[in-house]
């Protein structure tokens, strides 16, 4: 069988370290979620990262937008937000209505307080090599696969998706880490084959069970983002988990594997903001 990378159990841990850091700080770090509409899965995403930031003993505000709320009216509640010097954390949460421009929405935000990591300058910084605040999901990764003790120098790395939440920072960071990195998307041919390949594979694509185990290579690292409910109910990720253990050294469970870390970096994230807009060293 292989090793189970436990998200769950690390998320629990960073965090309780984060809550002992920050307590003795001057003010706690703040952070401000806004949620447009009522979309069911991100009603229930805000509200962990409420709960979390509320136990390790953030000050956390959430925002409740209506879903036909105007573009000028969202765009005035994050300068609202940028001014707020309680606030060190704004985060958006994704996706948006459709008649709202995310990126404009993004481009908003004071990249100081960008704990998504979104913002074009924040992205320009991880693309130059100088990572500041990184995306939270593919920032869980890179920590899971660090306590995992996963070695990454010279592997050869397949993320398949190329999002800018997921899929392209992953990639940046894994390439960061010296891994040679191929990156599948909707019109690779074959990614199967490419699969095939990895030593280390990041399935980031949306689509329920879309790795086979028969496309793993015997001793990969798997690394499952996908959450996805099907019809009778269950939740599955992106990787057909029981068929990929077969073959795998190490793999991610859905839920509670990446899941919890993506919040964890949020946590993780919101203290370093904080602790550069307090000028402490972090
Ligand atoms: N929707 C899905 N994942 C995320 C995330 O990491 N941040 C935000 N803001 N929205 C999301």
Not at 106 to 121: E, H, L, N, R, S
Not at 136 to 143: A, D, F, H, S, W
Request: hydrophobic share 45%.
């Amino acid at each position: 069988m292989p090793e189970i990378l436990d998200g769950r159990v690390l998320s629990k841990k960073l965090n309780k370290a984060l809550k002992v850091r920050v307590a003795s700080w001057p003010r706690p770090p703040g952070l401000a979620v806004i949620l447009v509409g009522r979309d069911p899965a991100s009603e229930v995403y805000v509200h962990r990262k409420g709960v979390v930031a509320g136990r390790i003993g953030f000050l956390h505000r959430q925002i409740d937008l209506p879903s036909d709320v105007s573009e000028q009216e969202l765009l005035d509640v994050v300068h609202g937000l940028n001014q707020d010097d309680a606030i060190d954390g704004i985060l958006v949460q994704l996706p948006l209505p459709k008649h709202l421009d995310s990126l404009a929405v993004m481009a908003a935000i004071d990249p100081a307080k960008d704990v998504d990591g979104f913002t074009a300058a924040s992205a320009g910084c991880l693309a130059q090599g100088r990572p500041h605040l990184v995306p939270c999901t593919p920032k869980g990764v890179m920590v899971l696969l660090e306590e995992a003790g996963v070695a990454l120098s010279g592997k050869h790395a397949v993320v398949i998706g190329r999002s800018n939440i997921v899929g392209r920072p992953m990639a940046q960071l894994l390439e960061q880490a010296n891994c040679t990195v191929t990156v599948c998307h909707s019109r690779t041919q074959d990614v199967e084959e490419h699969v095939r390949r990895a030593d280390i594979v990041v399935a980031a694509v949306g689509r329920p069970e879309f790795v086979r185990g028969d496309w793993v290579k015997p001793g990969a690292v798997v690394i499952d983002v996908g959450i996805n409910r099907l019809e009778d109910g269950r939740l599955v990720g992106d990787v057909h988990t029981a068929e990929a253990s077969e073959v795998a050294s190490a793999i991610t469970p859905v839920p509670g594997g990446v899941g919890p870390m993506t919040i964890a970096m949020l946590m993780a994230n919101t203290a370093l903001a904080s602790a550069h807009r307090q000028g402490l060293d972090g």
